[in-house]
Structure formats: C-alpha cells, structure tokens
C-alpha cells in the first residue's frame, strides 16, 4: 500500500497536519507517530478491525497485549480500576514521560498506560478524542526506532500514514512497571532507572490543604521543609493546594513577610488547585478547617483513613481544632496563624 508521509513541526504541531493522521485513526487506519522514548504505530482503541490489522503486521501474538497511549494523567482512571496510591506518586512524577504503567483493567485482567511527553502524539490522541494503542513501529522482536527513517524502514510500507516528527528525544523505551501485584515489578527497565522509580515509591508525601493556597498550607509546607532540612530528612515530600482551585497565583504579602523573618523564602511559590491525583498520591493530608476535610471527602471518599485537621493531628487543644484564614487580615493574625502552624508542625514530625 502507498503511505501517505506528513512531516511535522515536533515544537508546534499544525493543527491541520494533526487533523489528517485523527481522521484516518477514527476511520480504522494506522499511524506511525513518533513519542519522545521511540516511533511507535497507532490505532484508535474503538477501532476493532485497525486492533486485528494492528496485530497482524506487528506479527504478535493476541495473547499479548498492546499498551495504551492516553494525553491526560485523570483519564488513567477512566481505564483502570482504583489507582492505588503508588500509582498515582508515578503518574504524578513521571507523567507525561517514558513510564509505562501495568494496572488492574476496569473489564478484567490488566492494562498498560502511559502519558507520552511528545507534543505531536498528546495532540494526535487529543484530536482523536480516545486512547491509542501504540506499540513501537518495528516487527516483534527487532529493535525498536527511534528516527523516522527507522521507523519507514520497519513498518512503513504497511500503514495508512506516517508523521515524521524528527529524532526522538529520548531514543530509548518507557520503562515499564507491573503494579498489579504486591509488592510492585519492574518488567522492563528503559528510559527510567530501578533508582528513579524506587526512588518515588518510597517517600512519603505529606499535604497541607487550605482554601487559596496562599496563606496557611505555604506556611505549614515552608516550616515543615525546614524542618526536615535540619534533622536530614530526604524521605519526605511536602506538597500543598487549596479548594478555591485557583491556580497559579502568588503567595500573600504577609504570609511572605511573616516567612521571610523566620528565615523562609516563598516569593517563588504559586498557587495549587485542589486535584484527584493530589489526593489519592498522599500518605497523610492535613487540612486547617472542617469545610476543607468536606471537600476533599466528596472528590475522593477513602480518603477519610489519611485525613485529618492539623491540630487535630497534632493533638493541640485550645477550644476549636480549626485554624482561621487570616487573608486580608492585619499583620498581626498572620503572625499569630504561623505560630499555631509551628507548634503543629513541630509535634508532626515526631509522628512521621
């Protein structure tokens, strides 16, 4: 068959040129994309008869499998059954990136999934509008490609279209890890070392939630990572967000004042939203009122084992286990919220 060849621009991707390769895969044909780790061939996951012909030329067996490509970390839910928390600490860190995951299927058996962080493949699966399967564009067996020519060379005479997108970024495969087991494998170990991956499944992460993310969780996250800087802690990541969902704005200017006497720089943070991923990714959530541990049980009800008020954590009684947002507040309720937080925090690290 005669394959039609797009070359396309792997910085900005034309929106035309991506049209064309979504329109053969939502009608049933075969793209060969490029990902950062290699070329892989793509069909539309809806597309039973692209699936058969898919295997066929790869000239695999139908008892193995092809991986999903998916454009979204949230859309891993919609395809595996309840992400457990070492998957979401992977997909977190590693997503988009060369990190293919093994996961309890929402049918039956398992799927793998990954995140590619190739600008054209993330727009291909978005402007096809479901997962793609994509194994690596060679026959079973042989090395897979990592340059377009490659990639022609391997399968290129057998699918419906090819998208040059330059040499691969990476040039080696995801690496790939089994976490349908306890405890987790890694089946493969490409572009991400057993370091990398051990690396993140072991640190704990804490997270601090209030509603704008820009007073009290930037406090109890700056004073809880000084903390661990000074007794040697590396085991621990702090994160934190707010309910409000905003994003991307800066932290108050007398949160930052407060912080900055204590010896504490936070002019380079940005607000957080609250997300899933956040959530279920955490071994212990420490919110600063009750409206805060609400919101979080509605998007992720399990939640409710490893959640907690941050006095109430820290066992501080002194009338109301609330901690009142002191945003647009004086000078001097900030002062008084930081010392509060202190206290918490300096008993929180005894327990963790």
């Known amino acids: 068959m005669r394959t039609r060849i797009i070359k396309v621009d792997p910085r900005e991707p034309e929106e035309g040129k991506i049209e064309i390769a979504a329109k053969a895969l939502r009608n049933g044909g075969l793209v060969i994309i490029p990902t950062e780790t290699v070329y892989g061939v793509a069909a539309d996951l809806r597309k039973l008869e692209a ?15 092809f991986s999903l490509h998916i454009d979204e970390k949230e ?23 060369p990190l293919t995951l093994i996961l309890p299927d929402k049918k039956s058996g398992t799927v793998g999934l990954r995140m590619p962080d190739n600008n054209i493949a993330l727009k291909l699966i978005a ?16 090395p897979a490609p990592t340059d377009f020519d490659e990639a022609m060379r391997g ?14 970024s990476l040039g080696i495969e995801s690496s790939v890890v089994d976490l349908t087991k306890t405890p987790y494998s890694i ?21 601090f939630v209030c509603t704008g993310n820009s007073c009290r969780s930037v406090m109890a996250k700056a004073h809880l990572e000084k903390r661990l800087k000074e007794i040697n802690r590396d085991d621990i990541e702090v994160i934190s967000a707010g309910t409000l969902g905003l994003s991307n704005l800066g932290v108050s200017s007398e949160t930052r004042h407060v912080l ?11 607000s957080t939203g609250l997300t899933n991923l956040m959530i279920r990714k955490s071994d212990i959530i420490l919110v600063m ?8 049980l509605q998007m992720v009800p399990h939640a409710k084992t490893k959640l907690f008020l941050l006095k109430e954590f820290a066992k501080i009684e002194d009338g109301s286990l609330d901690i009142q947002d002191p945003i647009g507040r004086p000078i001097e309720f900030h002062e008084q919220t930081f010392f509060i937080i202190k206290q918490a925090i300096d008993r929180v690290i005894k327990l963790l």
């Open 127 to 142: 402007a096809v509008g479901s997962p793609l399967l994509c194994p690596s564009a060679n026959l079973s067996g042989r």
């Open 260 to 270: 900055e006497k204590d010896g504490i720089d936070v002019g380079a943070h940005v």
């Open 75 to 97: 859309k891993a839910e919609d395809l595996a059954t309840d992400l457990s928390k070492l998957a979401c600490k992977l997909i977190d860190k590693f997503w988009p990136g």
């Open 155 to 168: 399968l290129g005479d057998r699918v419906d279209i090819a998208i040059d997108g330059g040499k691969t």
């Open 51 to 65: 699936i058969d012909r898919l295997y066929k030329i790869k000239q695999r067996p139908k008892d193995k499998p």
């Open 289 to 296: 009122e009750r409206i805060h541990e609400e919101r979080i």
């Open 187 to 207: 089946q493969r170990q490409g572009a991400l070392s057993k370091e990398d991956i051990q690396e993140v499944a072991q640190k704990k992460i804490v997270f």
